[in-house]
Nanobody, 117 residues
Framework: QVQLVESGGGLVQAGGSLRLSCAAS????????MAWFRQAPGKDREFVAR????????YYADSVKGRFTISRDNAKNTVYLQMNSLKPEDTALYYC??????????WGQGTQVTVSS
């Protein structure tokens, strides 16, 4: 079972940038679809971005399109989320997730992102 550890969260002012990292262990993620989700207080967990196993296809929620970029380095077994032009509404706990074929997602513990206005 793949283990995921997120890092890179923190407090940033609106308009600023952060880069989240998700380091995988126990299994190589080169065959896994990787994704980022987030959950704000009092809200359901929501999809943010997804990247195919090869990195050739990426998908984004409308709310982050043009501001966030998901990428992966299979040699480092790591996935990234570059977040630019951050807004207060981006404040949430960000989760990394891995999925092999049509299986369920494996989840990390999350990293907190707080954007001040």
């Amino acid at each position: 079972q793949v283990q995921l550890v997120e890092s890179g969260g923190g407090l940033v002012q609106a308009g600023g940038s952060l880069r989240l990292s998700c380091a995988a262990s126990r299994r190589t993620i080169s065959d896994y679809t990787m994704a980022w989700f987030r959950q704000a207080p009092g809200k359901d967990r929501e999809f943010v971005a997804r990247i195919s196993w090869s990195g050739g296809a990426t998908y984004y929620a409308d709310s982050v399109k043009g501001r966030f970029t998901i990428s992966r380095d299979n040699a480092k077994n790591t996935v990234y989320l570059q977040m630019n032009s951050l807004k207060p509404e981006d404040t949430a706990l960000y989760y990394c997730a891995a999925r092999y074929s049509d299986s369920s997602y494996y989840w990390g513990q999350g990293t907190q992102v707080t954007v001040s206005s």
